[in-house]
């Protein structure tokens, strides 16, 4: 894969893959040794959370083109990394949301949140969901309720660090 | 394990304070934990005491590959972190905040990987020589790969 021809973006966004869409590959050992490197890559790379996160849902039965299109991104990217910048700010912002029924074995849904502090991304999560939602609705306020608690945590975290003058909490989520 | 978002977020604030970050490797990390347990090894092959093959060693540190050595390692150092003045962090067993008056300083443990960022540059020194006497360390400086500051630094 090191002379290939680099993709734009890390993953279709036509839709999810099912369980058996696509050509079995030839090495599933590789497969998942290469899934389980990916996702130290995502330490320091939001963008690949999400490609990752649906890699690494198919370990069982590995399937070619996930994450093929994964690495064509990677090889256009591969400078990437995290920027922080210099910020006098404490503030806490929390950005939520979820696909309602994203994951078409299961009907499971997809969460997704981002929190920022004083303009800094600190934390990010894409993770299937446990549960079935029945409406988007619900799907979202899983989201929203881990979004907060993770926020609650760096709250905690920056108290202890003596950085906490004024607690400040803001958020969206993706209802509409 | 440490969060990775513990990290970012002493990052971010150090670099909002100005603050001179360093990693820190210390060496044969798990050669330095006291063990509690009682745990036997036989002779290794090449240092067997031909007067006495037929005895074993009982271990009073601990070794890699035991698995009693990562907490040993851990304990070690956390304890020795809090003569210096440390506090372990409630939210982050891997976070150690050293808070006396106008000083501050954060060290970030990644088993034998430390990030260490103090409000002032003789601080940070006074805590890597306390270090350097307990354990042998390895000082690499301001290196942190992948994550970019947007500013450059003014002093390290």
């Not at chain 1, 399937?63 to 503030?91: I, M």
């Not at chain 1, 939520?96 to 949140?113: E, F, M």
Request: hydrophobic share 40%.
């Amino acid at each position: 894969m090191t002379g290939c021809k680099p993709s734009s973006t890390p993953v279709d966004t036509q839709g999810k893959l099912s369980e058996a869409e696509g050509n079995p590959v030839a090495n599933p050992t590789a497969y998942q040794s290469l899934a389980g490197a990916l996702q130290y890559l995502t330490f320091t790379r939001p963008d690949i959370t999400y490609p990752v996160q649906q890699v690494c849902l198919h370990m069982h039965d590995p399937r070619e083109p996930a994450l093929k299109r994964l690495l064509r991104y990677l090889q256009g990217t591969v400078d990437y990394g995290l920027l922080l910048h210099r910020s006098p700010s404490t503030e806490l912002v929390v950005y939520t949301d979820a696909d309602w029924a994203g994951c078409p074995d299961t009907q499971r849904s997809t969460s997704g949140y981002t929190v920022f502090l004083g303009g800094n991304l600190v934390s990010w999560s894409s993770t299937r969901q446990q549960v079935v939602s029945r409406s988007s609705a619900e799907a979202e306020y899983r989201v929203v309720a881990n979004g907060v608690a993770e926020a609650s945590w760096l709250r905690q975290l920056l108290a202890e660090l003596h950085m906490m003058d004024k607690s400040l909490l803001a958020g969206g989520c993706g209802l509409q | 394990m440490v969060k990775l978002a513990t990290v970012r977020t002493v990052l971010s604030l150090a670099l909002a304070r100005s603050w001179p970050v360093h990693h820190l490797d210390v060496k044969n990390a798990f050669l330095h934990g006291h063990l509690t347990e009682t745990v036997y090894c036989s002779q290794p092959a090449g240092f067997v005491d031909s007067s006495r093959p037929d005895m074993i060693y009982r271990l009073n540190k601990s070794l890699y590959g035991l698995k009693q050595a990562p907490r040993a390692w851990h304990s070690r150092i956390a304890a020795f972190l809090l003569t210096l003045g440390f506090v372990e962090a409630k939210s982050d067993m891997s976070l150690f905040i050293y808070h006396h008056g106008a000083e501050t300083a954060y060290l970030l443990l990644y088993v034998h990987d430390i990030v260490l960022t103090a409000s002032s540059l003789s601080l940070l020194r006074r805590i890597i020589s306390a270090l350097q006497q307990e354990f042998p360390l390895k000082d690499l400086g301001v290196h942190l790969s992948s994550i970019t500051f947007s500013e450059s630094r003014s002093h390290c």
